[in-house]
Nanobody, 125 residues
């Protein structure tokens, strides 16, 4: 049974930084895709970026490329979303999500992912 636990949200001023973590338990072998999404009330969930845990490939939305960096600790099945130069438009609830195998061109599709974290709030003022 896969479980995702997120941490690291908070409130920062514009230009500040935050790092989110997502620990995935229940994966015992093989690579899997871990993605980050964000959502604000009244809008659809938006893909921010993704990486293949224990594999190759990292993807970013155009809106965050150059400001956000995704990394991983393979031994801990943990993904990180380092967010720098935060803007008020980055405010939202952030979710990590996983699915078996690679990420591929559908990494930003909500429907691709089986498992979701509980979400963590990021507020940029």
């Amino acid at each position: 049974h896969v479980q995702l636990v997120e941490s690291g949200g908070g409130s920062v001023q514009a230009g500040g930084s935050l790092r989110l973590s997502c620990v995935a338990s229940g994966y015992t072998s093989g690579s899997f895709c871990m993605a980050w999404f964000r959502q604000v009330p009244g809008k659809e969930r938006e893909g921010v970026g993704a990486t293949v845990i224990a594999g190759r490939g990292t993807y970013y939305a155009d809106t965050v490329r150059g400001r956000f960096t995704i990394s991983q600790d393979t031994l801990k099945n943990t993904g990180y979303l380092q967010m720098n130069s935060l803007e008020p438009e980055d405010t939202g609830s952030y979710y990590c999500a996983t699915s078996p195998g690679g990420c591929g061109a559908s990494w930003a599709s909500v429907a691709k992912f089986e498992y979701w974290g509980q979400g963590t709030q990021v507020t940029v003022s």
